[in-house]
C-alpha cells in the first residue's frame, strides 16, 4: 500500500545490485511512493548486477559512477540534476566492501592495502558523497541522506573484521556532516543499523548464516527484513522526520537493546546439563 509519502521528491540511489540488496528494495518503496529517482552505482557493479531490470520497472536512469572518485561524483551529481530538473530531495548510501572478508583473512593480519580500500569504499565515500553534493549545492533545504550502517561499529562481531571500522567511521561521518548540513540547509543525515540481511555483500561475512540466526532469535521482534528496511528508509526521506538527523536509528527488531533473552537462559542452561562433568 502506498501513502504518496515521496510524491514530487527526487533523489539519488547508490549501491543497488540485484534483487536482494537493500537500495533495490528502496528504490521499488521511493518509486511507489511517488518520487523520481536516479541509480548510481560503481562499473564492476553494472557489469555483474541487473541493475538495469530495476531502471525499467521504476523508469529510473542508471548513471556508472565510482563513489570513491570525486570526477565520478560531480559527473554522476551533474547530470542527475539536468535529468530530474534540479536538486534532489533525497541521497541513499547503500555501499560496502572489504577485500579482507572477500579473502577470509583474519583482522589481527589485515591487508594495509585491502583496509585502506574498505574504509575508502565503505566509509570514506559517504564523506565525499556529502562534500561533492555541498559543494554543488545539489540537495534541497530539508532534503534527506541515509547511510546504512550495522550494530558491529558499536559491538564486536566475530567475522566483521575491519568492516566493523568502516561502520564506525560511516556514523561519525553522518553527524559531522549533519551538524554543518543542519546548520546551513536543514538537511537530515542519519544511519540506519539493520539486521543482519542476506545480500550479496552482507553474505560474504564468515558465519553469517549463524549471524543472522542469533540475532533473529534474540531480536523481540525478529529481523528486518530488506523490504523492512526499504520501508524505514523512506520515512526518512518523507517530511514526516523532518527533525530527525544526526542519529544512527537501529532497524533490527529490538537486537541492539537486548542482552539475554528467556531463550538464550534455557539454551545456556541447556548445554551446561549436557556437557559431562
Known amino acids: 500500500m502506498a501513502y504518496n509519502l515521496l510524491k514530487g521528491k527526487k533523489g539519488i540511489i547508490f549501491g543497488a545490485l540485484n534483487d536482494q540488496s537493500i537500495a533495490w528494495k528502496v528504490a521499488e518503496k521511493a518509486y511507489e511512493e511517488g518520487a523520481e529517482i536516479v541509480l548510481s552505482n560503481a562499473p564492476i557493479a553494472l557489469r555483474m548486477g541487473t541493475i538495469r531490470e530495476l531502471a525499467e520497472k521504476v523508469h529510473a536512469e542508471v548513471i556508472q559512477a565510482d563513489a570513491t572518485n570525486l570526477e565520478d561524483l560531480e559527473n554522476l551529481i551533474e547530470r542527475t540534476m539536468e535529468i530530474l530538473g534540479g536538486k534532489v530531495d533525497f541521497i541513499l548510501h547503500s555501499i560496502g ?16 592495502d585491502y583496509y585502506h580500500k574498505t574504509l575508502d569504499v565503505s566509509a570514506f565515500s559517504l ?17 534527506s541522506v541515509v547511510a546504512l550502517s550495522y550494530v558491529a561499529a558499536q559491538r564486536t562481531f566475530a567475522g566483521y ?6 561502520k564506525a567511521i560511516l556514523e561519525s561521518i553522518a553527524r559531522s556532516f549533519g551538524y554543518m548540513y543542519g546548520r546551513e540547509k536543514h538537511i537530515r543525515i542519519n544511519t540506519v543499523s539493520q539486521s543482519p540481511t542476506p545480500t550479496t555483500a552482507g553474505s560474504g561475512v564468515s558465519g553469517f548464516d549463524k549471524l543472522e540466526d542469533f540475532s533473529d532469535r534474540m531480536s523481540p521482534l525478529g529481523n528486518a527484513t530488506a523490504d523492512d528496511c526499504a520501508g524505514y528508509c523512506i520515512t526518512l526521506f518523507s517530511d514526516l522526520t523532518r527533525k530527525v538527523t544526526m542519529q544512527n536509528l537501529f532497524h533490527d527488531g529490538g537486537f541492539s537493546s537486548m542482552g539475554m533473552s528467556y531463550r538464550a537462559i534455557e539454551q545456556y542452561e541447556k548445554s551446561f546439563k549436557e556437557c559431562p562433568e
Open 127 to 143: 564523506h565525499k558523497v556529502l562534500s561533492t553534493a555541498r559543494k554543488m549545492d545539489a540537495i534541497k533545504d530539508w532534503g
Open 161 to 166: 573484521n575491519d568492516m566493523a571500522d568502516a
Open 97 to 112: 566492501m572489504s577485500p579482507n572478508v572477500r579473502k577470509g583473512i583474519d583482522y589481527d593480519a589485515l591487508n594495509y
